[in-house]
């Protein structure tokens, strides 16, 4: 009896031991316990293994995760939906959107019902990858499956993905999707899908969604507005993007080189090189760094 309950403790101990190190990303350490623990005759359980893969994906180490979920099978253990939704994550991180997909679909065979996180982190997966059919189709499936938790996440995702494949009346629409099904935009999805409409050099659309996030109570980011700018440079819009560096400014944020640089291309663009060189002067000021169009513009002045 003495001896089951020392055997029991030890147990706990490396399972405390593995989630420490699970919480403090020391993927390493959290394998090599699991490793002595199969050395000491005690068997790892589902708990175990998903500390470790839980911790291999907070270090961004996704081959590893995926190989402790294929060792759990071998060891008889059933994957459970945490476990495999730290491995999907890890698979995100890692910018892998086919084994992500893979992992869905492998809980889907075992019966496991995919939770917010699994598909959330399958969506960012597929966005990372330039996936955008593949995430509207999770988006969908979270839908089917009444998976509204954290679904504000998935449509930003969503759109993001959209965003990524030049898909802007895509992007558009799951914006509009979204108010018809009573969900609030955050600044991500509305970013995103400001950057879609500047891929698709929609300036006016980009202008529109920025005046969309004010009215929304919502603060625009350097991000919202650059993209916002790099709309306006890739219509010929030198003054919307002057007035939008302008407004930057009056909201106290700071423009980025990229902001500086789409504005000077705008300027540049439509011949106007004094307001080109100024722009330029600001950058050296802030110790941003240029690109080349200064040159073309100079070359328009004489």
């Known amino acids: 009896m003495a001896e089951a309950k020392l055997e029991l403790d030890v147990f706990m101990c490396y399972s405390a031991g593995i989630s420490a190190c699970e919480k403090g990303e020391q ?59 730290a491995g999907i994550s890890a698979c995100d991180k890692g910018e892998q959107w086919q084994w992500a997909l893979a992992l869905l679909s492998e809980m889907r065979e075992v019966k496991l019902q995919p939770d917010v996180i699994s598909y959330s982190a399958g969506m960012s997966a597929c966005e990372k990858g330039g996936q955008w059919q593949r995430a509207l189709a999770l988006l969908s499936e979270m839908w089917e499956a009444k998976l509204d938790t954290d679904v504000i996440f998935g449509y930003s995702a969503g759109i993001s993905a959209c965003e990524k494949g030049e898909q802007w009346q895509r992007a558009l629409a799951l914006l509009s999707e979204m108010a018809e099904v009573k969900l609030k935009p955050n600044a991500i999805s509305y970013n995103a899908g400001i950057s879609a409409c500047e891929k698709g050099k929609e300036w006016q659309r980009a202008l529109a969604l920025l005046r969309e996030l004010w009215e929304a109570k919502l603060e625009p980011t350097v991000i919202s507005y650059s993209a916002g700018i790099s709309a306006c440079e890739k219509g010929g819009q030198w003054q919307p993007a002057l007035a939008l560096l302008s407004e930057m400014r009056q909201a106290k944020l700071e423009p980025s080189a990229i902001s500086y640089n789409a504005g000077t291309s705008a300027c540049g663009k439509g011949v106007q090189w004094q307001w080109a060189l100024a722009l330029l002067r600001e950058m050296w000021e802030a110790k941003l760094e240029t690109e080349v169009i200064y040159l073309q513009c100079w070359d328009q002045r004489v």
């Open 27 to 85: 993927w390493q350490v959290a394998l090599a316990l699991l490793s002595e623990m199969g050395k000491s005759k005690l068997e790892p359980d589902v708990i175990s293994y998903s500390a470790g893969i839980s911790a291999c994906e907070k270090s961004e180490q996704w081959q590893r995760a995926v190989a402790l979920l294929s060792e759990m099978w071998e060891a008889k253990l059933e994957p459970n939906v945490i476990s495999y939704s």
